[in-house]
């Protein structure tokens, strides 16, 4: 149906995300990442999802594949990163940051390998 759509604000120990959108097609989001904080090591098992930085400077830390490596990749305003199913990664602010996030609907898809703040292995908030 058409028209005004609930918005719902949900606290996380880095910040918050602000999910604008939540149909069975797609989720629309916004993070507030604190600087010096970061989310989870985590991988989807189906969600793909895209990051688009509104505003501050991000470390984004990826791996392309099943084992390989690592790598970071410095990300500023008005740059995207794409994270398909599978891959590893892990956002971190180096300033506050606003991210856009867009991707498939599947919310609780999260699979947290570290956690500094003990959340490893749920999808808890």
């Given amino acids: 149906?058409?028209?005004?759509?609930?918005?719902?604000?949900?606290?996380?120990?880095w910040g918050h995300e602000t999910i604008w959108a939540h149909t069975e097609h797609y989720v629309g989001k916004v993070l507030h990442i604190k600087?010096?904080?970061?989310?989870?090591?985590?991988?989807h098992n189906v969600k793909d999802e895209v990051i688009h930085v509104l505003k501050g400077e991000m470390i984004y830390r990826v791996a392309d594949a099943a084992g390989s490596p690592l790598r970071e990749v410095r990300l500023t305003e008005g740059e995207s990163y794409?994270?398909?199913p599978g891959h590893v990664h892990q956002m971190q602010a180096v300033t506050d940051c606003d991210l856009l996030e867009a991707s498939t609907p599947h919310l609780d898809d999260v699979v947290r390998l570290t956690?500094?703040?003990?959340?490893?292995?749920?999808s808890a908030p």
Avoid: F
């Fill in 115 to 122: 956690d500094k703040y003990g959340r490893e292995g749920t």
């Fill in 35 to 43: 600087a010096g904080e970061s989310l989870s090591l985590q991988y």
């Fill in 1 to 13: 149906m058409s028209g005004k759509t609930p918005v719902r604000v949900v606290q996380k120990p």
């Fill in 82 to 84: 794409r994270n398909e």
